[in-house]
Protein backbone atom coordinates (compact mmCIF):
# COMPACT_ATOMS: atom_id res chain seq x y z
CA UNK A 1 0.00 0.00 0.00
CA UNK A 2 1.02 3.66 -0.40
CA UNK A 3 0.86 5.40 2.38
CA UNK A 4 2.85 7.51 5.37
CA UNK A 5 3.85 5.24 7.81
CA UNK A 6 5.16 5.61 11.22
CA UNK A 7 6.29 4.02 14.31
CA UNK A 8 4.85 3.50 17.34
CA UNK A 9 1.88 3.91 17.38
CA UNK A 10 1.63 4.48 21.07
CA UNK A 11 5.18 5.35 23.26
CA UNK A 12 4.43 6.21 26.97
CA UNK A 13 7.58 7.17 28.68
CA UNK A 14 8.69 9.03 31.95
CA UNK A 15 10.06 12.65 32.16
CA UNK A 16 13.45 13.21 31.72
CA UNK A 17 14.15 10.04 28.60
CA UNK A 18 15.11 10.07 25.08
CA UNK A 19 12.66 8.64 22.60
CA UNK A 20 12.10 8.48 18.68
CA UNK A 21 9.36 8.78 16.20
CA UNK A 22 10.26 6.80 12.28
CA UNK A 23 8.31 7.87 9.90
CA UNK A 24 8.59 6.99 6.00
CA UNK A 25 6.72 7.41 3.09
CA UNK A 26 6.71 5.57 -0.32
CA UNK A 27 4.90 8.07 -1.84
CA UNK A 28 7.41 9.09 -4.43
CA UNK A 29 7.13 12.97 -2.46
CA UNK A 30 10.00 15.44 -1.86
CA UNK A 31 8.79 16.98 1.13
CA UNK A 32 8.02 15.86 4.62
CA UNK A 33 6.33 17.00 7.95
CA UNK A 34 6.10 16.60 11.39
CA UNK A 35 3.22 18.46 12.67
CA UNK A 36 2.01 17.94 16.74
CA UNK A 37 -1.64 17.61 17.59
CA UNK A 38 -2.66 18.78 20.92
CA UNK A 39 -4.97 17.88 23.21
CA UNK A 40 -7.81 20.29 21.55
CA UNK A 41 -6.95 18.57 18.57
CA UNK A 42 -5.12 21.85 17.19
CA UNK A 43 -2.84 21.03 14.55
CA UNK A 44 0.62 22.41 14.03
CA UNK A 45 3.50 22.56 11.98
CA UNK A 46 7.11 21.43 13.78
CA UNK A 47 9.18 20.97 10.78
CA UNK A 48 9.46 20.51 6.96
CA UNK A 49 12.15 19.08 4.54
CA UNK A 50 13.04 18.93 1.69
CA UNK A 51 15.15 16.62 -0.14
CA UNK A 52 16.86 16.08 3.48
CA UNK A 53 17.32 20.06 3.73
CA UNK A 54 15.53 21.69 6.50
CA UNK A 55 13.35 23.97 5.14
CA UNK A 56 10.70 24.73 8.17
CA UNK A 57 11.08 25.15 11.99
CA UNK A 58 8.37 26.31 13.69
CA UNK A 59 10.17 27.97 16.83
CA UNK A 60 10.55 23.78 18.17
CA UNK A 61 12.72 23.59 21.63
CA UNK A 62 16.28 22.34 20.61
CA UNK A 63 15.47 19.01 22.52
CA UNK A 64 13.09 17.97 19.38
CA UNK A 65 15.88 16.98 16.51
CA UNK A 66 14.75 16.10 13.26
CA UNK A 67 16.99 13.51 11.49
CA UNK A 68 16.00 12.96 7.43
CA UNK A 69 18.62 9.84 6.03
CA UNK A 70 16.70 10.29 2.64
CA UNK A 71 13.90 11.90 0.93
CA UNK A 72 12.08 8.72 2.37
CA UNK A 73 12.30 8.81 5.96
CA UNK A 74 12.06 11.39 8.03
CA UNK A 75 12.30 11.06 11.93
CA UNK A 76 11.78 12.83 14.88
CA UNK A 77 14.23 12.75 18.23
CA UNK A 78 12.90 13.99 21.43
CA UNK A 79 15.15 14.41 24.77
CA UNK A 80 15.03 14.91 27.93
CA UNK A 81 10.83 14.70 27.50
CA UNK A 82 8.41 16.90 29.52
CA UNK A 83 5.18 16.76 30.31
CA UNK A 84 4.25 19.48 27.87
CA UNK A 85 5.16 16.88 24.98
CA UNK A 86 2.52 14.55 25.72
CA UNK A 87 0.55 15.31 22.60
CA UNK A 88 -0.04 12.79 19.19
CA UNK A 89 2.28 13.86 16.44
CA UNK A 90 1.56 13.55 12.55
CA UNK A 91 4.45 13.24 10.15
CA UNK A 92 3.23 13.99 6.43
CA UNK A 93 4.58 14.20 2.98
CA UNK A 94 3.78 16.38 -0.37
CA UNK A 95 5.43 17.32 -3.72
CA UNK A 96 6.41 20.72 -3.20
CA UNK A 97 5.64 22.47 -6.01
CA UNK A 98 2.10 21.02 -5.40
CA UNK A 99 -0.06 23.17 -3.04
CA UNK A 100 -2.44 20.61 -1.70
CA UNK A 101 -2.86 17.15 -1.03
CA UNK A 102 -0.23 16.41 2.11
CA UNK A 103 -0.82 12.54 3.04
CA UNK A 104 -0.97 12.31 7.05
CA UNK A 105 0.39 9.23 8.77
CA UNK A 106 -1.50 7.52 11.61
CA UNK A 107 -0.05 9.46 13.88
CA UNK A 108 1.98 8.51 17.21
CA UNK A 109 0.67 9.30 20.79
CA UNK A 110 3.09 10.02 22.74
CA UNK A 111 2.17 10.01 26.48
CA UNK A 112 5.02 11.39 29.30
CA UNK A 113 4.16 10.62 32.43
CA UNK B 1 -1.11 36.74 13.24
CA UNK B 2 -2.42 34.97 10.13
CA UNK B 3 -4.92 32.49 11.44
CA UNK B 4 -7.54 29.96 9.94
CA UNK B 5 -10.42 29.70 12.60
CA UNK B 6 -13.75 28.14 12.64
CA UNK B 7 -17.29 29.33 14.17
CA UNK B 8 -18.74 26.00 15.73
CA UNK B 9 -16.85 23.71 17.82
CA UNK B 10 -19.65 21.22 17.51
CA UNK B 11 -21.89 20.43 14.52
CA UNK B 12 -25.14 18.02 14.98
CA UNK B 13 -26.86 16.39 11.60
CA UNK B 14 -29.41 13.58 11.15
CA UNK B 15 -28.64 11.11 8.71
CA UNK B 16 -29.27 12.29 5.40
CA UNK B 17 -29.57 16.03 6.05
CA UNK B 18 -26.87 17.92 4.51
CA UNK B 19 -24.22 19.24 6.68
CA UNK B 20 -22.42 22.98 6.15
CA UNK B 21 -19.09 23.86 8.15
CA UNK B 22 -17.57 27.00 8.32
CA UNK B 23 -14.61 28.44 8.83
CA UNK B 24 -13.05 31.99 8.46
CA UNK B 25 -9.64 32.82 7.56
CA UNK B 26 -7.41 35.90 7.93
CA UNK B 27 -4.39 35.62 5.32
CA UNK B 28 -5.62 37.03 2.02
CA UNK B 29 -2.59 35.83 0.53
CA UNK B 30 -3.15 32.77 0.58
CA UNK B 31 -3.41 30.42 -2.66
CA UNK B 32 -5.06 27.05 -1.75
CA UNK B 33 -7.72 26.58 0.71
CA UNK B 34 -8.17 22.43 1.65
CA UNK B 35 -10.93 20.94 3.65
CA UNK B 36 -9.31 17.50 5.93
CA UNK B 37 -11.65 15.21 7.80
CA UNK B 38 -9.82 13.15 10.74
CA UNK B 39 -11.46 9.81 11.81
CA UNK B 40 -10.83 9.20 15.11
CA UNK B 41 -6.82 7.60 15.56
CA UNK B 42 -6.33 8.43 12.04
CA UNK B 43 -4.60 10.97 10.47
CA UNK B 44 -6.19 13.77 8.58
CA UNK B 45 -7.34 13.06 5.46
CA UNK B 46 -7.33 15.48 2.47
CA UNK B 47 -11.16 16.01 1.05
CA UNK B 48 -11.17 18.67 -1.41
CA UNK B 49 -9.23 22.06 -2.26
CA UNK B 50 -9.98 25.10 -3.71
CA UNK B 51 -7.68 27.62 -5.66
CA UNK B 52 -8.21 31.10 -3.97
CA UNK B 53 -8.84 32.79 -7.59
CA UNK B 54 -12.04 30.30 -7.54
CA UNK B 55 -15.27 30.60 -5.55
CA UNK B 56 -16.54 27.30 -6.10
CA UNK B 57 -15.45 23.40 -6.38
CA UNK B 58 -17.29 20.24 -6.18
CA UNK B 59 -16.41 16.68 -5.40
CA UNK B 60 -18.43 13.90 -4.89
CA UNK B 61 -21.06 14.99 -2.02
CA UNK B 62 -18.58 17.92 -1.11
CA UNK B 63 -18.84 21.44 -2.44
CA UNK B 64 -17.04 23.94 -1.27
CA UNK B 65 -17.48 27.33 -1.11
CA UNK B 66 -15.00 30.18 -0.63
CA UNK B 67 -16.03 34.09 -0.55
CA UNK B 68 -12.87 36.35 -0.50
CA UNK B 69 -14.78 39.57 0.13
CA UNK B 70 -15.29 38.36 3.44
CA UNK B 71 -12.88 35.65 4.59
CA UNK B 72 -14.97 32.71 4.41
CA UNK B 73 -14.79 29.44 3.46
CA UNK B 74 -17.35 26.20 4.17
CA UNK B 75 -17.98 22.66 3.21
CA UNK B 76 -20.85 21.47 2.14
CA UNK B 77 -21.96 17.87 2.46
CA UNK B 78 -25.03 16.17 0.85
CA UNK B 79 -27.06 13.82 2.40
CA UNK B 80 -24.98 13.24 5.49
CA UNK B 81 -24.26 9.68 6.33
CA UNK B 82 -23.00 8.36 9.65
CA UNK B 83 -19.38 7.80 8.46
CA UNK B 84 -19.28 11.37 7.61
CA UNK B 85 -18.73 11.87 11.64
CA UNK B 86 -15.26 13.09 12.25
CA UNK B 87 -13.55 16.19 13.07
CA UNK B 88 -13.05 18.30 9.80
CA UNK B 89 -10.69 21.12 9.41
CA UNK B 90 -9.61 24.02 7.19
CA UNK B 91 -6.74 24.78 6.34
CA UNK B 92 -4.52 27.14 3.92
CA UNK B 93 -1.54 27.44 2.33
CA UNK B 94 1.06 29.76 0.62
CA UNK B 95 3.33 28.52 -2.18
CA UNK B 96 6.82 29.05 -2.22
CA UNK B 97 9.96 27.58 -0.78
CA UNK B 98 8.78 27.56 3.24
CA UNK B 99 5.24 26.79 1.78
CA UNK B 100 3.72 25.11 4.53
CA UNK B 101 -0.53 24.01 5.80
CA UNK B 102 -1.80 25.90 8.39
CA UNK B 103 -4.71 24.57 10.07
CA UNK B 104 -7.77 25.98 11.60
CA UNK B 105 -9.50 24.69 14.83
CA UNK B 106 -12.07 21.77 13.65
CA UNK B 107 -15.29 21.48 14.40
CA UNK B 108 -16.50 17.69 15.53
CA UNK B 109 -19.36 16.88 13.04
CA UNK B 110 -22.13 14.32 14.69
CA UNK B 111 -24.36 12.50 12.42
CA UNK B 112 -27.56 11.11 14.40
CA UNK B 113 -29.98 8.33 12.97
Known amino acids: DTAVSQTPKYLVTQMGNDKSIKCEQN?????MYWYKQDSKKFLKIMFSYNNKELIINETVPNRFSPKSPDKAHLNLHINSLELGDSAVYFCASSHKDRASGYTFGSGTRLTVV | GESVGLHLPTLSVQEGDNSIINCAYS??????FIWYKQESGKGPQFIID?????DKRQGQRVTVLLNKTVKHLSLQIAATQPGDSAVYFCAEITTGTASKLTFGTGTRLQVTL
Open chain 1, 27 to 31: LGHDT
Open chain 2, 27 to 32: NSASDY
Open chain 2, 50 to 54: IRSNM
